[in-house]
């Protein structure tokens, strides 16, 4: 049976993809993260912020969120370190008590950003965990996911 993982070699051990070769292009990905934070916490924001005596929670989710971006190769083993050109974090309270998180990547590069979108979004979910337990731990990161992806083999919207 063929290999078809990317990331194994011939004899089944781990490796770096050797990107080398590839065209520079334009590369974006989008992902989402949906949080549960129930209408207790949300109660509490006042203008789509809370703050808390951590500080602001979602500005504070955010700039995590940036900086989880930008450290995504060092966490995750085969990622490759990348010279992002932007990212883009918005949190946005969708009703009384669901939040939703959206982070997209944008490089050119010779790999895609699709790791770095997801672990944006997920990040800074967990840092409005992390921000808002002192009044519920009821919270729950429902899901993260793709929505979007542009710039290299294939293009996916999942929307």
Known sequence: MENKFSHINKNNQPKMVNVGD??????????KATMFLGSEI????????????????????????IQA???TSELIPM???????????????????HIEILCTVAIEGKTGVEMEALTGANIAALTVYDM?????????IKEIKLIEKSGGK??????
């Not at 808002?132 to 729950?140: L, R, V, Y």
């Open 22 to 31: 590839k065209k520079i292009t334009k590369r974006k990905a989008t992902a």
């Open 42 to 65: 949300i109660a509490h924001f006042q203008n789509d912020e809370l703050r808390t005596k951590k500080g602001p929670v979602f500005q504070t989710a955010i700039i995590a969120g």
């Open 69 to 71: 971006v930008k450290k």
């Open 79 to 97: 990622c490759h370190p990348l010279l992002i050109n932007g990212v883009d974090v918005t949190i946005d309270i969708v009703d009384s008590e």
């Open 132 to 140: 808002c337990k002192a009044i519920s731990q009821k919270m729950i």
């Open 154 to 159: 294939s293009d996916i919207k999942n929307g």
